[in-house]
């Protein structure tokens, strides 16, 4: 048997040539020759391309993602596994992540989102942790643009149609329509699993000598170099890109998730990882590289769905619902009995090494010989150069004073724009897309999409946990830092709106290219924000996601940090919803600020200038938290939804559609001259509560006492009738019309 690594007969050159073909650049396929020692074999060349693009090795963030907080007295595991966990009391640990599939759910939408969910979910069961709830974050296109219902279409049927069958609820999300992503659209997929404290399995293997076995589906040609497809910008020739996209079988995926749990509690797994982005060859370098040990796989073992398949490309094979275990030695029966009463492979192809060499064999011949630390832990790192672009000092030629088109007192208009911001598809009821969505399997959904947050029972347990999944581009796109500050405290927010107090956040960093300064500079100020809000709430970041090149022929996507937060309520009966619920409540308003039209749905719609972002004091945002959190759990708050897309006036409508009982409110300003950044402003946190006429005392205390704007604001009717003082007089029904039939109008074709 050969002792050196052979290029096969027929292989292309490995060379400077075929390196930058694959998406290395000339500087680092000559470290790779330094660390070798010599010429790579072809396949070499392509381990090192995936392992060492953008995806995988996160070459351009590492360095910015230290600064972080990922610490707290409830964190169970934070970033460096599978997926972070947090303590969610009475011995349950939350395993939860948020990852992109951008890329190839823009190249086969169907397809992309469904596999996306499934990465997601094997993310979570690889800790031991059964999934318990999914969501998403969607950014298409304007329905203008002549590929949006055909992505939206696909992108939504994916992901219901793998999370449906693998049994696992969609229990909220957030979607967009935006021209900006017209080009490239952007599909979030978050997960999260229970499991018992104590009973978390590690990706990180031990013990040299151990058999490494492959389970799960046959190895095929589909999703080769998705990891490098999804570290590079689109051009007009991204369709061709499909044999680049994975094929899902979630009812596969059904029985691996049984299958991997069931072994995990045999204790005979050391160590396992799903083969998502690379495939086989991310998850056998990084689990030994963890350990400081070795591996060597024999690839004549590996299960195959089809004929001549090259070492090439079974290891840069991203085929979906297949995991790398780590065995005790003498125990690989005892699993392979496991996965076999689960009709799935489970086949020793390797064992671990205590020569950290990552080593492949394949018909008599070693392919590849390769420093395990060159592949998953040295991988290039960049400081890459950030620069704040160049502000515009014209005015938009749009722009008008921030008080917008109602700069002035009237009446008839306030109640067309309420109705045409219900009509627009950013602020829109999305029940078209969630009811493709089962969000009560497994029986513990007690709130789900359609909320201010999603919450969830622990069985056998008082206890409850809130999800929500928050993003603001627009924000972002003014002030990349003030917009992701902005984010986290909406996320956090709605978490509270339920009931629930934050105590973990996942995230998911959609950017252009980061060889752009002015991208870089985003991203950078972006993190900073994130930092200093985690900070501020005491919720650590415990796992998540960077996805750069998220732009077609130079043109970038906006700043798109996507948040979701983990929030814990000590008794499920406590949680709190969005809806009036009686006539003759009071409904207050709470907040930090003062609102505005900046990167708000109004100025979009009608095109004004609606400013900058104003400051957020995260002191106060905390304040807000920590006040609806008590008022939920001393059941002082009947009801509670936070003014976002739309401002007051759509907020208030909202609370109003009660799925139980259509309910009406009355409220006034307090000021005879109106504008719209009292109708429809965005920006500082503020709450709307109802709450019983005897309780309002109470809770102006919960809030007055911590220093914030307290203010009763009119009564729950039971008449179903929005009145805001003088300027809006609307039939709630109607508005619910206007508000459900928006996205279901325009993929009919209306206008």
Avoid at 70 to 92: T, Y
Wanted: net charge negative; with cysteine; hydrophobic share 40%.
């Amino acid at each position: 048997m050969s002792a050196h690594p052979v290029s096969l007969a027929g292989e292309p050159k490995a060379d400077v040539e075929q390196a930058r073909a694959f998406g290395l650049t000339p500087d680092e396929y000559r470290k790779i020759e330094q660390i070798i020692g010599r010429t790579p074999t072809y396949t070499e060349l392509g381990v090192f391309s995936v392992m060492w693009s953008e995806h995988c090795s996160y070459k351009s963030s590492r360095i910015h993602l230290r600064k972080l907080p990922s610490k707290s007295e409830l964190v169970v595991q934070g970033p460096g596994e599978n997926a972070g966990a947090i303590d969610v009391g009475d011995g349950w640990a939350a395993v939860f992540k948020i990852e992109s599939h951008n890329h190839p759910s823009f190249v086969e939408p169907y397809q992309g989102a469904a596999t996306g969910v499934g990465g997601i979910l094997r993310d979570i069961f690889t800790m031991g942790a059964r999934p318990v709830a999914s969501m998403n974050s969607l950014k298409f296109g304007s329905f203008d643009h002549p590929r949006t219902r055909y992505l939206l279409g696909g992108v939504v049927g994916g992901i219901g149609g793998y999370g449906n069958c693998v049994g696992v609820p969609t229990v909220a999300g957030e979607v967009m329509f935006d021209a900006a992503y017209n080009a490239n659209i952007l599909v979030n997929a978050f997960c999260l699993g229970l499991v018992r404290k104590g009973e978390m399995m590690s990706a990180k293997a031990r013990g040299a000598g151990n058999p490494v076995l492959y389970v799960g589906s046959a190895t095929g040609r589909d999703g080769i170099h998705g990891a490098s497809m999804a570290s590079a910008e689109f051009d007009k020739e991204s369709e061709a890109k499909r044999p680049a996209v994975q094929v899902g079988d979630p009812f596969t995926e059904k029985l691996l998730i049984e299958a991997c749990l069931e072994a995990g509690k045999t204790g005979g797994i050391v160590a396992i990882q799903d083969m998502g982005a690379a495939g086989l060859t991310s998850s056998s370098s990084e689990m030994p590289s963890h350990g400081g040990l070795g591996i060597e796989l024999d690839l004549d073992k590996v299960p195959l769905r089809e004929a001549n398949l090259t070492p090439y490309e079974i290891l840069l094979s991203e085929s979906q619902e297949r995991m790398l275990i780590v065995a005790e030695l003498g125990r690989e029966a005892e699993l392979q009995a496991v996965f076999e009463k689960w009709d799935l492979h489970a086949v020793v192809i390797g064992r671990i090494t205590d020569d950290q060499r990552w080593r492949a064999r394949w018909h008599g011949q070693v392919v590849a010989d390769i420093p395990i630390g060159a592949l998953a832990d040295d991988a290039p790192l960049y400081d890459r150069p950030a620069v704040a672009p160049l502000m515009n000092p014209e005015p938009s030629p749009t722009g008008r004073d921030a008080a917008g088109l109602l700069s002035r007192k009237v009446t008839g208009e306030v109640g067309a724009a309420l109705r045409a911001l219900l009509d627009s598809p950013n602020v829109a009821s999305k029940k078209w897309v969630y009811r493709q969505y089962d969000s009560i399997v497994q029986s513990n959904t007690v709130l789900g999409p359609g909320s201010d947050a999603a919450v969830l029972r622990i069985k056998n347990s008082r206890r409850a946990m809130a999800l929500k999944v928050d993003s603001n581009p627009r924000a972002c796109a003014l002030d990349p830092y003030l917009g992701a500050v902005g984010v986290v405290c909406e996320a956090a927010r709605n978490v509270a709106c339920a009931g629930a107090r934050p105590v973990g956040i996942t995230n998911c960093l959609n950017y252009g290219n980061p060889e752009r300064p002015e991208v870089m500079w985003q991203f950078v100020r972006a993190v900073d924000g994130l930092r200093d809000a985690s900070l501020a709430f005491g919720a650590p970041v415990v796992s998540g996601n960077v996805s750069f090149y998220n732009e077609t022929e130079g043109h970038p996507i906006p700043p798109t940090p996507t948040i979701a937060v983990l929030g814990v309520m000590p008794d499920v009966a406590r949680h709190v919803t969005q809806h009036f619920k009686n006539p003759g409540d009071a409904i207050a308003i709470v907040r930090t600020g003062k609102p505005s039209l900046a990167a708000s749905e109004y100025a979009e719609l009608f095109g004004i200038d609606g400013g900058q972002l104003g400051a957020i004091d995260l002191a106060r945002e905390a304040a807000l938290v920590e006040g609806l959190v008590e008022g939920a759990e001393q059941g002082l708050i009947r009801s509670a939804h936070d003014i976002a897309e739309g401002g007051l006036a759509v907020a208030m409508a909202e609370a109003c559609f009660n799925p139980r009982a259509i309910l009406g409110a009355e409220v006034k300003l307090g000021r005879a001259g109106i504008d719209a950044v009292d109708f429809f402003g965005e920006g500082a946190s503020t709450v709307i509560l109802s709450i019983a006429p005897g309780d309002v005392g109470r809770v102006e205390k919960l809030f007055a006492g911590r220093g914030l704007e307290f203010q009763v604001i009119g009564n729950v009717i039971a008449e179903p009738r929005l009145k805001i003082g003088a300027a809006i007089d609307e039939s709630v029904s109607e508005l619910q019309r206007i508000y459900e039939d928006a996205i279901p109008r325009r993929l009919r074709g209306g206008d």
